[in-house]
Structure formats: structure tokens, C-alpha cells
């Protein structure tokens, strides 16, 4: 697969979803990825990256940022509090709210730098104890308690589990952004993006078929 593959691939899943062309953005996930094959991706135009961890993300882009204008940083890994303020410097967009405690101090982060990435709240809807995200049945009232904490929630994600058909996942978590009145909807990764979008998905978050297989000790 190749970038282009991807981006043909989205669109024709849009089409067939009856949804505007382009509505759908491709987060490329380049987490663990050499920096030759981000650096294809980026002289091919892209701009919008996602990656995993805070330290690997503030080892590779501020350099890619000097000679590339205009990229998009999306944090999608589980954030510790700890570093929310690296991630919060670094990033555009941040994927991963999933408790009260990450919620309280990104809100005074934001108070004390004047600004504050997109946020997106991270929803564990295959409940799995190993797995970030508040529980669904938790979900309402966390976007509550973010809202009023005057955070920029602009929707939820979800990273369904392995063994599961992902599409009641994202159906899932369609309905719980939708009753809360959120319009963003960050689902599907390489092997399930088109499913996500015929869901609703507004941003795919897609690596190894971009990149290729990311190096073995990789998550
Ligand atoms: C690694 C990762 C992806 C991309 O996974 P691929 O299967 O390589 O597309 C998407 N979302 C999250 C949260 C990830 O950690």
C-alpha cells in the first residue's frame, strides 16, 4: 500500500457512505516508523501525523517542523499526567483524555500556557481492563466534567478490540458522541478504516498501511 492507495481508498469509502468527499482526515500514523519512510510521506504532500508516545513524538517532529510548514501532530497513545505538558507543547490534537485526573490538569495547563490542543476523550467500549478510555457507561458524564472544565472536546475515540468485529464498536461510540452532541469521531486503523467510515469515522488513524510493518518490538 501506498499513501495515494490510502487516500483513494478513503474516498471512495465516503462516496459509498453517501458522506461529502474529503470529510474523512487521515491521521498517518508514523509511531516506531524510520524517519526515511516519514519523510517519503511528508515529500508526498501529507501533513497530518499521529503518534503514539509523548518522547518519541518531541525526538522527531520539532526537527521534521523546521523544514516541512504546516504539519498537524496528533497525539494518540495513553497520556500520563506527567506529561501532559510536553504533549499538550508538541501536539495539535490529543486523542487520548480518558479520566478526570488528565482532564483537571490539561484544563490548568491550558490556564497557565493561554492554549490548549483539540481534544478528543478516549472511550474503552470493549470495557478491557488492559486498555485506556473511560467505560461507556461512564462516557456522559466525563464529557460533562470536560465541557465544564471548558476543555475543546471536539469528539471521542475508540480502539476497538483485536478479537472483536469493530464495527459495533464504532457504532457504539457514534452513538455515545451523538447524544452528547459531538461532531468528531476518531476510529479505524489499517484494518478497519472503511468500516469506520461507513460509521461515521471524521479521523482514521492508519499506519502500517501507509508506512509498512512498523520494526517488531513495536505496539
Ligand atoms: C498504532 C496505532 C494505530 C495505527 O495502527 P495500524 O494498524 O498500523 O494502522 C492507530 N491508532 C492507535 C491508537 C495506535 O496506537
Redesign the pocket.
Known amino acids: 500500500m501506498s499513501l495515494s492507495d490510502i487516500q483513494t481508498r478513503i474516498h471512495a469509502a465516503e462516496e459509498a457512505a453517501g458522506r461529502p468527499k474529503g470529510c474523512v482526515t487521515l491521521i498517518a ?1 508514523s ?1 516506531m516508523q524510520p524517519d526515511a519512510r516519514v519523510i517519503d510521506v511528508l515529500e508526498q504532500g501529507h501533513r497530518v501525523f ?1 503518534e ?1 508516545r509523548v518522547q518519541e513524538a518531541a525526538r522527531k517532529w520539532p526537527g521534521f517542523r523546521e523544514t516541512y510548514q504546516g504539519i498537524e501532530l496528533h497525539i ?2 495513553p497520556l500520563q499526567t506527567n506529561k501532559a505538558r510536553a504533549a499538550m507543547e508538541l501536539a495539535d490534537v490529543i ?1 487520548t483524555v480518558d479520566r478526570p485526573k488528565l482532564a483537571k490538569t490539561i484544563a490548568r495547563l491550558a490556564q497557565e500556557m493561554g492554549s490548549c490542543p483539540d481534544l478528543f476523550i478516549q472511550v474503552n467500549t470493549g470495557e478491557e481492563p488492559q486498555k485506556a478510555g473511560i467505560l461507556p457507561a461512564e462516557a456522559d458524564a466525563f464529557v460533562t466534567e470536560c465541557q465544564a472544565l471548558d476543555l475543546p472536546v471536539q469528539g471521542l475515540m475508540c ?1 476497538p478490540p483485536v478479537d472483536e468485529e469493530p464495527s459495533l464498536h464504532f457504532a457504539l461510540l457514534a452513538k455515545i458522541a451523538a447524544r452528547n452532541g459531538l461532531t468528531g469521531l476518531s476510529m479505524g ?3 478497519d478504516f472503511e468500516t469506520a467510515i461507513r460509521l461515521g469515522a471524521t479521523h482514521v ?5 501507509i508506512f509498512g510493518e ?1 520494526p517488531p518490538a513495536g ?1
Open positions: 500514523v509511531k499521529g503514539n494518540i497513545g486523542h480502539i486503523m489499517s484494518g488513524r492508519v499506519g502500517s498501511a512498523r505496539d
